[in-house]
């Protein structure tokens, strides 16, 4: 069964280029373009992982992380946080419940997003080995 991936970036273009290189990756892929519809999709979907964009409008990338960790349909689910900020962030972020910080600049989109999907790819497997044990 593929994995769910929920992408919410307000950037239309980040957001198309990084659905359709985890789409070829082989994950069923879900996008929003705020964070209310994020929210929104992640609560009634209930996806695998989500990359979430930090700058986003209606709700903030750090307020949709603290109400997804609050939420007992959502707090399991593992979030990559996608960002132009800079790494000073990091060390907050994972505290705030994030699994992984991905900055945009290193998204290798000339080489289809390699390096997110690696990180996906990352996050999924750590997450399905700690709900096995």
């Known amino acids: ?13 980040l957001r198309r280029a990084n659905e359709m290189a985890l789409a070829r990756s082989g994950y069923a892929v879900l996008g929003a373009a705020d964070g209310e519809e994020g929210l929104q999709l ?23 992380l603290q109400l997804l960790k609050k939420d007992p349909r959502t707090a399991q689910i593992p979030v990559i946080v996608l960002t132009s900020l800079s790494q000073k962030n990091e060390e907050r972020l994972l505290g705030e419940g994030a699994a992984a910080y991905f900055e945009k600049s290193g998204l290798g989109l000339e080489n289809g997003s390699s390096r997110l999907v690696e990180a996906v790819a990352s996050v999924l497997q750590t997450a399905r080995a700690a709900a096995r044990a």
Request: charged residues 20%; proline residues 8%; aromatic residues 2%.
């Open 42 to 64: 992640a609560c009634s979907r209930v996806p695998d992982l989500i990359v979430l964009d930090m700058m986003l409008p209606k709700i903030s990338g750090p307020q949709l």
């Open 1 to 13: 069964m593929k994995s769910t991936v929920l992408l919410i970036d307000d950037s239309k273009f």
